[in-house]
């Protein structure tokens, strides 16, 4: 029986799922949206709901709810992505040092300190003080999911796509897909039974008929025939 059981278990046992909960979580409040099964889509979407609900009320100045949030969601720093290329072409040693300060305590607001171009930007921070702030004015619903067509290779788990509102980008001009290989497939041997079809019947393709010069009717035919008739006769 389901009785009085909202989370989904996913196969894992309560301290693997709120770490996996927490890892999305992190992702998700970092790069505004990302894509996973459905299912486990179906799971973060009111854990990352309750997340955002608990730093409005931090961003108020509730010391409750942001100790709540650090229970639930952890923390960890990352670099934003506009000097995500700049980070990679670091040395690992002076990585570090745009993380965490000389006294060892992370980096929070990604604003640049010292003789650093920039630093890292905590997790906590960016939910609070961007997202939050975002979402002053809405009184829930802070993410949309999207159910994708085509499945995950391997096991042919349903994908989807979980993002904040406000987080997608515009599709520009609507085009049609590309058809994919089995499609393609699928109408190179349509095509051939097609051909096989007509030779079996003894017809030709219809592009060869077309080429084909068209045959005379028969009052072209007889009309020279006729002229010449009453020449002879003249």
């Known amino acids: 029986m389901n009785h009085r059981v909202r ?5 894992r046992s309560p301290s693997h799922h709120r770490a996996m909960q927490r890892n999305m979580a992190q992702s998700l409040i970092e790069h505004g949206q990302i894509r996973t099964t459905l299912e486990k889509a179906k799971d973060l979407r009111p854990f990352v709901e309750r997340l955002v609900t608990l730093a409005r009320s931090a961003r108020r100045g509730s010391v409750t709810a942001r100790r709540q949030i650090h229970k639930l969601l ?3 720093s990352f670099i934003p992505a506009e000097h995500q290329a700049d980070y990679e ?3 690992m040693s002076k990585r570090e040092k745009t993380l965490r ?3 060892g305590r992370r980096f929070r607001n990604g604003k640049p300190r010292g003789n650093l171009k920039f630093t890292g930007e905590s997790i906590t921070h960016r ?7 975002q979402y002053a004015e809405r009184s829930g619903g802070y993410t949309r999911l999207i159910r994708l067509a ?3 290779i391997g096991d042919g788990g349903r994908q989807a796509i979980l993002q904040f509102v ?3 980008e515009s599709p520009g001009s609507i085009t049609k897909p590309a058809k994919s290989s089995r499609q393609l497939k699928a109408d190179s041997r349509y095509a051939l039974a097609v051909s096989l079809a007509k030779q079996r019947r003894g017809g030709q393709p ?8 068209k045959p005379e009717t028969a009052a072209e035919q007889t009309a020279p025939e006729s002229d010449e008739a009453s020449e002879d006769k003249a």
């Open 7 to 11: 989370q989904r278990k996913l196969n």
């Open 74 to 76: 952890s923390d960890r």
């Open 89 to 91: 072409d670091l040395p």
């Open 101 to 103: 300060a000389p006294g």
């Open 127 to 133: 939910l609070i003080n961007t997202i939050a702030e």
């Open 150 to 152: 085509k499945r995950r």
């Open 166 to 168: 406000g987080e997608e």
């Open 206 to 213: 219809a592009d060869e008929v077309a080429d084909e010069p």
